[in-house]
């Protein structure tokens, strides 16, 4: 029975390493696969969500301030001789009540609220509301981070899967020259200069091959470790490498950007936190209004019961101000106006930075458009340049040296485009994070 229990336990763990290993490596995965994944595993994003969390707590403390505090104590004190624990006015005259057992039991209750603080209670909730929002504008500027950065991993991919692709097209085609070369060598209708030259070419080819491969693998590390995977689990991305024009003037992206950008609404916030530290530190000027009441009650007794009993309750309204405190309120006051010119400093900042954010991501992303026209073009040019020479090499119109070329230029036409779709796509990205798009 035993064995079974053991035996099951162990197929058990099997399947569930299995579905592990499948989770990990299904595929090809999807930008917006990878995407939610990022988010659901990012641990930026799971701190920025504890810090809004914590922000609320810090609401709710706040809130506690407009209610009433309550607050009781109960101690026990022995004399070295009888003592007077109480007294109790009897017409005009007072009374005192001797404890002869010099045990005195003491249980005192006091309730106090605030009626008028100076709307410093007002103003340090209405801080820590703000405070929520901030971090609430502050979480969403972490996951759209999050996004833009998993977006240009994933274009990375591609573009390094390219770039081999590129490679492995140039080293099939030196080969096939390599091929020719030796064959005309064989039968000496071209030097052994023109072979080794050839060879040479393949060899730096394949070199640039592995280097290739090495991107890919880099890449994709670097991908999983953004998506909290590990490091080494196979992955495959779906192939979305394409030119889709993208729709806004960049006056347009512009307004867009001033509109939505959550950085803008936390500087916003941070002017409006520094409106009400004003308040506060003003609130100083005015007195502080207090209602409480408070009940004790004596006795010799551990319950409070017993012959020498006394208590009594009152209630008290008090107004505390300061009458001077050598400009230390107006100090503060001071001191919090610099802090509110600041934050309304900051938002301007703020503003020019995402205006100059704005305009380099369009500008790079309309480069990025040319340059996909002008190598697509050049590819066209390129493979006419090297079926043209690989003709005339035929013929021995043409030198070998013309054919290497031919190839050389052929395969930078190539990684010129792959590289400016790359660029177009990862600055297209760039620009709606700097709009203050989320994806998708």
């Known amino acids: 029975m035993r064995m079974k229990w053991m035996n099951g336990l162990v197929l058990l763990v099997l399947l569930w390493g299995v ?4 989770q990990e490596s299904q595929g090809p995965l999807t930008l917006e ?23 609320k707590f810090k609401q709710k403390q706040a809130l506690t301030n407009f209610l009433p505090q309550w607050t009781g104590s109960y101690y026990y004190t022995r004399y070295n001789r009888p003592t ?18 010099r045990n005195n039991f003491n249980l005192n209750s006091a309730i106090s609220q605030p009626l008028f603080t100076g709307g410093a209670t007002l103003a340090n909730y209405r801080l820590e509301k703000l405070g929520v929002d901030d971090s609430k504008a502050g979480l969403e500027m972490v996951k759209k981070e999050v996004v833009l950065s998993v977006r240009e991993g994933y274009f990375s991919i591609l573009k390094a899967q390219k770039s081999r692709e ?12 390599v091929r020719v070369a030796q064959a005309y060598f064989d039968v000496g209708i071209t030097p052994k200069n023109d072979l080794l030259q050839s060879e040479v070419k393949l060899a730096q080819a394949k070199q640039d091959l592995i280097k290739a491969e090495n991107g890919v693998a880099l890449a ?3 991908f999983n470790n953004l998506l909290r995977r590990d490091i080494n689990a196979p992955l495959s991305v779906v192939d979305i490498l ?7 003037r960049f006056e347009e992206s512009l307004e867009e950007a001033l509109r939505q950008r959550d950085e803008i609404k936390s500087a916003e916030l941070k002017v409006q936190k520094a409106k009400e530290n004003v308040r506060i530190a003003r609130s100083d000027f005015f007195p502080t209004i207090t209602l409480s009441g408070n009940y004790n009650r004596f006795s010799d007794e551990v319950r409070l019961g017993g012959t020498y009993l006394y208590d009594r309750w009152t209630i008290l309204t008090s107004a505390t101000f300061t009458l001077g405190d050598w400009g230390k309120t107006a100090y503060k006051v001071g ?6 010119t600041q934050a309304e400093d900051s938002k301007i900042v703020v503003k020019e930075g995402i205006i100059l954010e704005v305009k380099e991501d369009y500008l790079d992303m309309v480069q990025a458009e040319k340059n996909i026209g002008v190598s697509e073009k050049s590819i ?25 070329d031919a190839v050389i230029l052929l395969a930078q036409a190539r990684l010129n485009y792959y590289n400016a779709l790359s660029d177009f796509n990862i600055a297209k990205a760039k620009l709606e994070r700097a709009m203050g798009r989320m994806y998708p």
């Open 33 to 55: 696969e990878s995407i939610k994944i990022a988010l659901e595993r990012s641990l930026t994003i799971h701190s920025a969500t504890e810090g809004v969390e914590a922000s």
């Open 242 to 248: 394409e030119y889709k024009p993208f729709p806004l």
């Open 19 to 22: 579905s592990v290993f499948a």
């Open 84 to 101: 007077a624990i109480g007294s109790s006015a009897v017409s005009s005259s007072t009374s005192t009540v001797l404890n002869k057992s």
């Open 380 to 404: 066209e040019q390129a493979e006419e340049n090297l079926r043209m020479n690989e003709e005339r090499y035929k013929y021995q119109v043409a030198t070998s040296t013309e054919v290497l």
């Open 220 to 222: 994709k590390a670097s």
């Open 166 to 177: 590129v490679a492995e097209q140039a080293v099939k085609q030196l080969e096939d020259h």
């Open 335 to 340: 001191e919090s106006k610099i802090g509110l």
